[in-house]
């Protein structure tokens, strides 16, 4: 073990601050336990004067939606020369836009939804495509604003084009598929095991089924039929690759299992910042893979780099 300083970048000022922070906290206390140097940042705008004063030798980016995963942050770091964690700043900038990730992933031949990216002030009294269909900002995490409408609905949702929302004037409208969710963490370009996640008391996979205690269930391995499996794990690595991702990341996939054959799988999206909580979907991958969080968390540190 290296004795290496790092500062974990956390909180921030995006919705997902709270998330960030818990993150950002359980970091930290276990990169102190395995013997790092450690300095704890809630990032404010001046996090380049203060990073630029501290001079760290590993920034440990715990930052979750816009700014401190789209591209923002790394930046920041890349003009500092401050090695740093997780994806660089195109594939970063790249995997947060839904829609533009969506064009990269299915021309990668990885099965992707019919969708369409509009502005939510052209919403109008006629559903934009057939229903259901949900609508999801295009540069949100943690499912914040994301709406499911409905075959029954007979029109699109008020929400979308009230004053009361927040997450931009870009959505993507995207078919709907019902069934189960899986996700799949990539660590250092290799697919760790495969999570179904079923939501307790909730309708879909929202911020309450992620992050409030008993929200949801994770179910790792995956029960489900080898062949998909091993077929998640391998769109995992190809999403990874193609967005050019680096360090951990992880794929998310609905399976339809009413279509013909042995369903239909989609994947939904990937994220280059996941959850750092010991009971977060990609540590629970890493110990079922033979790695405590301590040791995951190192090898993320070991893994930091400038020009990701």
Request: charged residues 20%; contains cysteine.
């Given at each position: 073990?290296?004795?290496?300083?790092?500062?974990v970048l956390m909180g921030g000022f995006s919705?997902?601050?709270?998330?960030?922070?818990?993150?950002?906290?359980?970091?930290?206390?276990?990169?102190?336990?395995?013997?790092?140097?450690?300095?704890?940042?809630?990032?404010?705008?001046?996090?380049?004067?203060?990073?630029?004063?501290?001079?760290?030798?590993?920034?440990?980016?715990?930052?979750?939606?816009?700014?401190?995963?789209?591209?923002?942050?790394?930046?920041?770091?890349?003009?500092?020369?401050?090695?740093?964690?997780?994806?660089?700043?195109?594939?970063?900038?790249?995997?947060?836009?839904?829609?533009?990730?969506?064009?990269?992933?299915?021309?990668?031949?990885?099965?992707?939804?019919?969708?369409?990216?509009?502005?939510?002030?052209?919403?109008?009294?006629?559903?934009?495509?057939?229903?259901?269909?949900?609508?999801?900002?295009?540069?949100?995490?943690?499912?914040?604003?994301?709406?499911?409408?409905?075959?029954?609905?007979?029109?699109?949702?008020?929400?979308?084009?009230?004053?009361?929302?927040?997450?931009?004037?870009?959505?993507?409208?995207?078919?709907?598929?019902?069934?189960?969710?899986?996700?799949?963490?990539?660590?250092?370009?290799?697919?760790?095991?495969?999570?179904?996640?079923?939501?307790?008391?909730?309708?879909?996979?929202?911020?309450?089924?992620?992050?409030?205690?008993?929200?949801?269930?994770?179910?790792?391995?995956?029960?489900?039929?080898?062949?998909?499996?091993?077929?998640?794990?391998?769109?995992?690595?190809?999403?990874?690759?193609?967005?050019?991702?680096?360090?951990?990341?992880?794929?998310?996939?609905?399976?339809?299992?009413?279509?013909?054959?042995?369903?239909?799988?989609?994947?939904?999206?990937?994220?280059?910042?996941?959850?750092?909580?010991?009971?977060?979907?990609?540590?629970?991958?890493?110990?079922?893979?033979?790695?405590?969080?301590?040791?995951?968390?190192?090898?993320?540190?070991?893994?930091?780099?400038?020009?990701?």
């Open positions: 073990m290296s004795g290496k300083h790092v500062a919705s997902e601050r709270p998330v960030s922070l818990s993150s950002g906290a359980a970091c930290a206390d276990a990169l102190e336990a395995f013997g790092y140097r450690v300095t704890r940042i809630d990032v404010e705008r001046d996090i380049a004067t203060v990073l630029g004063a501290l001079r760290p030798d590993v920034a440990f980016n715990a930052l979750h939606g816009p700014f401190g995963e789209d591209g923002t942050i790394q930046g920041i770091l890349e003009y500092l020369e401050i090695p740093y964690t997780h994806s660089g700043v195109l594939a970063s900038s790249l995997s947060m836009d839904k829609g533009q990730a969506k064009i990269v992933a299915k021309a990668a031949g990885i099965p992707v939804a019919e969708a369409k990216v509009m502005d939510r002030h052209d919403f109008g009294q006629d559903h934009p495509i057939p229903t259901p269909y949900v609508v999801k900002p295009v540069r949100e995490g943690s499912s914040f604003g994301v709406v499911i409408v409905q075959k029954d609905q007979s029109h699109p949702p008020q929400i979308i084009t009230s004053s009361e929302w927040r997450y931009g004037d870009l959505v993507m409208v995207e078919r709907y598929i019902p069934g189960r969710e899986f996700t799949c963490g990539v660590m250092g370009g290799e697919a760790l095991g495969v999570t179904e996640i079923i939501p307790q008391g909730h309708a879909f996979y929202d911020f309450d089924a992620k992050y409030a205690a008993g929200g949801s269930k994770h179910v790792i391995p995956a029960e489900i039929l080898p062949n998909i499996y091993q077929n998640i794990q391998r769109l995992a690595v190809a999403a990874h690759h193609a967005m050019g991702c680096r360090g951990v990341s992880r794929s998310d996939f609905r399976l339809d299992e009413s279509a013909s054959g042995e369903g239909e799988l989609i994947w939904l999206e990937i994220n280059t910042q996941p959850g750092m909580t010991p009971t977060s979907l990609v540590p629970e991958m890493a110990v079922h893979a033979g790695h405590s969080f301590g040791e995951f968390l190192s090898w993320i540190v070991e893994d930091a780099s400038c020009l990701r």
